[in-house]
């Protein structure tokens, strides 16, 4: 199996040994514990900040189009970077690339600072750059639509160019899944989900007849405990004991 199916596996096994699969038959089917885990899942991405993360990635802009799709774990794109500050009227690259000064320095400000200037040089020299990017197309402006997942660079693109980006994304369902306090959080929802999904199902038939005198099911019972166990969990993620950052200071 995958990763992912190992761990989704190592969740269901936990739901059914809590419910008591082995000594009893549990009459959930694959299909409920895997909507129970999604539950799970979509709640900690919906609650939680520690389901994100900070990432970077490569895209290649192509001549003359200006919406590319990016993947469905995107979130946000904070900030986009290019890796010149010429103007966009040349080729693949759009104009002078950073790298160069960068190893003049190496080469000459670093190893001789005390006679060309060191540190203050390259600071002035910086400031310069990114100056010049401001003035000649070094930064690029663009939308994300986080519903879509569509990036519209709002310049024309005259060639192939590759760029950086910034961005925000979903922890993926594996990752989730083994960290310390949230795969913890996500299996007892999970549980929680499964105790509500048995209490509707046996709460239809409270009483089953047999020679013996009949059965009752605890199905009021086991909708009693999940519900109470899922208002505990999301308090948990009030108080981010599932290990996300809490809030900074909020005024108003």
């Known amino acids: ?56 990635g490569f895209l290649t802009l192509e001549q003359n189009t200006n919406e590319y799709t990016l993947g469905p774990e995107v979130m946000q ?39 060309m200037g060191g540190l203050a040089t390259y600071f002035a020299f910086a400031g310069y750059q990114k100056l ?6 070094s930064e690029i402006n663009f939308d994300f639509n986080s519903n879509t997942k569509k990036l519209r660079i ?6 192939e160019e590759s760029i950086l980006l910034w961005m925000y994304n979903h922890k993926p369902d594996f990752v989730l899944f083994q960290d310390n306090y949230a795969g913890i959080w996500i299996k007892d929802y999970a549980l929680a989900n499964c105790k509500m999904m048995l209490g509707e199902a046996r709460e239809k038939f409270a009483q089953i007849a047999s020679p013996q005198g009949g059965t009752s099911l605890n199905g009021a019972q086991l909708k009693a405990e999940g519900k109470a166990e899922l208002d505990a969990l999301e308090l948990d993620l009030i108080n981010y004991k599932d290990g996300s950052a809490p809030l900074t200071f909020v005024i108003g």
Do not use: C, W
């Open 1 to 56: 199996m995958s990763d992912l199916e190992n761990e989704k596996q190592k969740v269901v096994d936990y739901i059914k040994t809590f419910l008591g699969d082995g000594m009893i038959d549990v009459e959930l089917d694959p299909k409920h514990y895997d909507q129970a885990i999604n539950r799970a899942l979509m709640k900690y991405r919906q609650r939680a900040a520690n389901s994100t993360e900070e990432s970077y």
């Open 77 to 115: 794109v904070r900030q986009v970077f290019r890796r010149s500050i010429g103007s966009r009227s040349g080729g693949g690259d759009g104009g002078s690339l950073f790298e160069p000064f960068n190893l003049a320095y190496t080469n000459t400000y670093l190893l001789s600072s005390s006679n």
């Open 132 to 137: 010049v990017g401001k003035m000649f197309g």
């Open 154 to 159: 709002s310049q024309r693109p005259q060639g």
